[in-house]
């Protein structure tokens, strides 16, 4: 029984050696630069997104509100006024 599981086992090595061969390589190889490549593709898309989102966000906080910014008259904006006293003020210099 042992024999026929050694023979069984040998002739799918064989078979994948003979085929390794004809194919020009490890087909497993492939595969792996395949997923390299995937997750490459990702990774840029990821930081591409970030970096358009990240563009947006400083264009509307430098625009004003009518043309489409933050309103910064309400919040926590850094120049908003609330009547002195508040976190902001730094003593009247601004």
Not at 20 to 32: A, F, N, P, Q
Not at 34 to 52: A, G, L, T, V, W
Request: glycine share 14%; aromatic share 16%.
């Amino acid at each position: 029984m042992e024999e026929l599981l050694f023979g069984f086992v040998f002739i799918l090595i064989v078979i994948n050696v003979i085929y390794g061969l004809v194919t020009g390589g490890s087909s497993s190889k492939h595969s792996y630069d395949d997923d390299f490549e995937f997750q490459r593709e990702c990774n840029q898309r990821q930081f591409d997104e970030h970096n358009r989102w990240a563009m947006e966000e400083s264009r509307k906080s430098v625009t004003p509100f009518e043309m489409g910014g933050y309103d910064m008259t309400q919040g926590n904006s850094w120049n908003n006024d609330c009547g002195g006293g508040g976190f902001n003020n730094f003593g009247g210099m601004f």
